[in-house]
T-cell receptor
Framework: ETGVTQSPTHLIKTRGQQVTLRCSSQ?????VSWYQQALGQGPQFIFQ???????GRGNFPPRFSGLQFPNYSSELNVNALELDDSALYLCASSLGGASYNEQFFGPGTRLTVL | AQSVTQPDIHITVSEGASLELRCNYSYGATPYLFWYVQSPGQGLQLLLKYFSGDTLVQGIKGFEAEFKRSQSSFNLRKPSVHWSDAAEYFC???????????FGTGTRLKVLA
């Protein structure tokens, strides 16, 4: 059984650029949630995708967008990057979108915005 | 609004000593509660969870946590800490009607040999 994988591991961008982060969910899981973890903080919920539809969203601006594909892998896109977007981005997969479904986290993508 | 407070940013214990990490939550109904551990360069690993029933929950790696509704707390404990337990620990809360987890700011554990 393959766990949750994310790519790339690290990424450096400049202000104003756009970035795409990728997540492959654990085998059999149909739900992906994305979190932003700033340095010294806990993860903050960005949004969740369930069966290719956005299932809920946290307090993030529209320049944070996502996709989920038929194989349930997912992308997080961030437009017009700002310095404060520098963070570890975590994705988590689960079987179902309810909070009682255990979320399995990937190792994260470290994004640095200069 | 739901929130989670982890009052201790850093904790240092000696190997073999007992450990308690504090977590307080704010939520109107009975929450779902979780403890995760994050090692450097790693994602989050679930240690244990509480949904309902017995308020003392056993998890992996010898950890346990106790849900105390009257104190709005869900403290994590381990009777004897190992050097490999050094990591960052996060408490999280969710409700039955939502899909998102709300995390605390974490407690970084250092273990002295």
């Amino acid at each position: 059984e393959t766990g949750v994988t994310q790519s790339p591991t690290h990424l450096i961008k400049t202000r104003g650029q756009q970035v795409t982060l990728r997540c492959s969910s654990q085998s059999g899981h149909n739900t992906v949630s994305w979190y932003q973890q700033a340095l010294g903080q806990g993860p903050q919920f960005i949004f969740q995708y369930y069966r290719e539809e956005e299932n809920g969203r946290g307090n993030f601006p529209p320049r944070f967008s996502g996709l989920q594909f038929p194989n349930y892998s997912s992308e997080l896109n961030v437009n017009a990057l700002e310095l404060d977007d520098s963070a570890l981005y975590l994705c988590a997969s689960s079987l179902g979108g309810a909070s009682y479904n255990e979320q399995f986290f990937g190792p994260g993508t470290r994004l640095t915005v200069l | 609004a739901q929130s989670v407070t982890q009052p201790d940013i850093h904790i240092t214990v000696s190997e073999g000593a007992s450990l308690e990490l504090r977590c307080n939550y704010s939520y109107g109904a009975t929450p779902y509660l979780f403890w995760y551990v994050q090692s450097p360069g790693q994602g989050l690993q679930l240690l244990l969870k509480y949904f309902s029933g017995d308020t003392l929950v056993q998890g992996i790696k010898g950890f346990e946590a106790e849900f105390k509704r009257s104190q709005s707390s869900f403290n994590l404990r381990k009777p004897s800490v190992h050097w490999s337990d050094a990591a960052e620990y996060f408490c999280a809360v969710a409700s039955s009607g939502t899909y998102k987890y709300i995390f605390g700011t974490g407690t970084r554990l250092k273990v002295l040999a």
